[in-house]
């Protein structure tokens, strides 16, 4: 039986959009046997970067749990593309990178890498718990406050 991420997506009120493309040299994704390496995702609308800022300054722990929610769906739609939406080929999460657009003293990183996490287990359920980095940056591509990026294990 075919387990559509799509559907998964629709049933948590959400629209996964269409995958993104690659804004300089490098490519989407790379597999090395079971693992498929996702490069990261910024938070679209419209096919368009958005929450820009720094937490901290312009933007509160919630807008930035905001953003890394829309990474993460860029993160999905990336997924789904390379399982051609069929997630029984999906065995887990290893790894999600979250990185955060941050003033220096700012120190909730948690609850704004919460934003991807919390997705990615709702969507995913027990295939979407992972090992988490969440880091603390000056800025990140197009003034976008949060990226993310993950490690995805496959069935053999």
């Not at 075919?2 to 559907?7: E, R, V």
């Not at 300089?24 to 609308?45: C, K, T």
């Not at 003293?105 to 969507?123: C, K, M, R, Y």
Request: charged share 20%; hydrophobic share 45%.
């Amino acid at each position: 039986m075919h387990d559509s991420l799509k559907q998964r997506i629709r049933q948590l009120g959400l629209e996964l959009p269409e995958p993104s493309q690659p804004a300089a040299n490098y490519v989407n994704q790379v597999r090395s046997q079971n693992l498929l390496f996702i490069s990261g995702q910024i938070p679209l609308q419209q096919g368009r970067p958005a929450l820009l800022g720094r937490l901290g300054e312009s933007l509160s722990p919630e807008q930035g749990a905001e953003a890394a929610e829309l990474a993460a769906l860029g993160l999905l739609a990336q997924l789904g593309a390379a399982l051609d939406d069929d997630l029984a080929q999906l065995q887990r999460i290893d790894r999600l990178g979250v990185f955060i657009a941050a003033s220096g003293d700012f120190q909730d990183h948690s609850t704004v890498a919460n934003g991807a996490s919390n997705l990615l287990v709702n969507a995913l359920g027990e295939k979407g718990r992972h090992a988490r980095t969440a880091v603390g940056v000056a800025s990140l591509p197009a003034g976008v406050a949060v990226e993310v990026d993950a490690i995805f294990e496959l069935r053999p």
